[in-house]
């Protein structure tokens, strides 16, 4: 399992309050409040009807620890499930299955954005730049896509890929001390000023930053663009998992909604090093390009053949080739 993804995802499943009482626990909504997670708003709300289909969960029960049927129990609030097992729970059963169920969530929701109304809805926070903005600057702010690197969990944490240069990058770490705060709800002023007080961001300047974006005569308030705010606030979770994404979805998403990028957008200039305002020639780049090739090709050679056998190999080949003129 690689480095990069954490086995604690305690940053994307929901927190387990640790009152028993039992009007909380039938209230319980899983999906929103793991949607309310702060780092979790690059997920879609999955429809129970496609959590519910067995069809759709293939294949998934290998890569959970817990049973399937608990834990779409807990997912889709099944009420007797919430008063019977899952009261009786201790604070650190309810932990491990809250995990397991964010993981289910998350390699269920990998199938469910390849689908028509998945798409639709991936469309949605993409319009909104919820995945942010490529940082090259030759692809002027065009918006990103999150993808996967594997279509197995516990390999690599998600990327973001552009399709405007059609290159992967890592996303913006999620604020340090997100746990101090509990939910948002993304409504009012107040939200932000919290969140403020909590992680130290200038949220008015970045409320200015956005008005000067918006047409004369309108602000962020008459846009509704909190989901904006907040997603800039926020950050990621750079923990979720690539698997929640796939590798397929967002060349998929591509053709389905191919006039998101004319071929107007495509980067035609390439950034071009220069000494003194004068370009370097070009045999420099030659060179430069034949010593890497060369660098490549020896450090290959160096791990696959052991040089011992291949002087024993060309001694025999040589050897044998004497014997057939002599």
């Not at 403020?196 to 308030?221: C, I, M």
């Not at 967002?250 to 004319?262: A, C, E, G, R, T």
């Amino acid at each position: 399992m690689s480095n990069n993804v954490s086995e604690d995802n305690s940053d994307m499943i929901i927190s387990d309050s640790d009152s028993n009482s039992q009007e909380s626990i039938e209230d319980l909504n899983w999906i929103q409040t793991f949607l309310e997670k702060p780092g979790n708003q690059i997920f879609v709300e999955i429809p129970l009807q496609y959590l519910t289909d067995r069809f759709n969960l293939v294949g998934l029960n290998k890569y959970c620890s817990e049973k399937m049927s608990t834990m779409l129990k807990l997912i889709t609030d099944d009420i007797d499930f919430l008063r019977d097992e899952y009261s009786s729970m201790s604070s650190i059963e309810r932990r491990m299955l809250n995990q397991e169920c964010a993981k289910l969530y998350g390699l269920i929701h990998a199938r469910y954005i390849l689908t028509y109304q998945g798409q639709y809805d991936m469309m949605t926070l993409y319009s909104e730049n919820i995945f942010g903005k490529c940082p090259r600057t030759a692809c002027t702010g065009t918006a990103l896509l999150p993808v996967g690197l594997y279509d197995v969990p516990d390999q690599d944490s998600f990327k973001l890929y552009c399709p405007c240069c059609e290159d992967v990058y890592r996303p913006a770490s999620i604020t340090q001390g997100m746990e101090l705060y509990s939910g948002f709800n993304g409504s009012a002023l107040c939200d932000y000023k919290r969140y403020q007080q909590a992680f130290d961001y200038p949220v008015e300047n970045h409320l200015t930053l956005r008005d000067s974006e918006l047409p004369l005569g309108k602000n962020l308030d008459s846009e509704g663009d909190d989901l904006n705010i907040i997603n800039q606030v926020l950050k990621f979770n750079i923990n979720i998992d690539g698997s929640y994404f796939g590798t397929t979805f967002p060349h998929f998403f591509l053709m389905q909604y191919p006039n998101i990028l004319s071929t107007k957008e495509k980067p035609k200039e390439r950034f071009i090093p220069t000494i003194y305002n004068f370009d370097l020639h070009y045999n420099s780049q030659i060179l430069r390009y034949q010593e890497l090739k060369r660098q490549q090709l020896e450090d290959k050679l160096s791990k696959e053949y052991d040089p011992k056998l291949i002087k024993t190999k060309s001694k025999k080949i040589f050897t044998s080739k004497a014997k057939m003129y002599t």
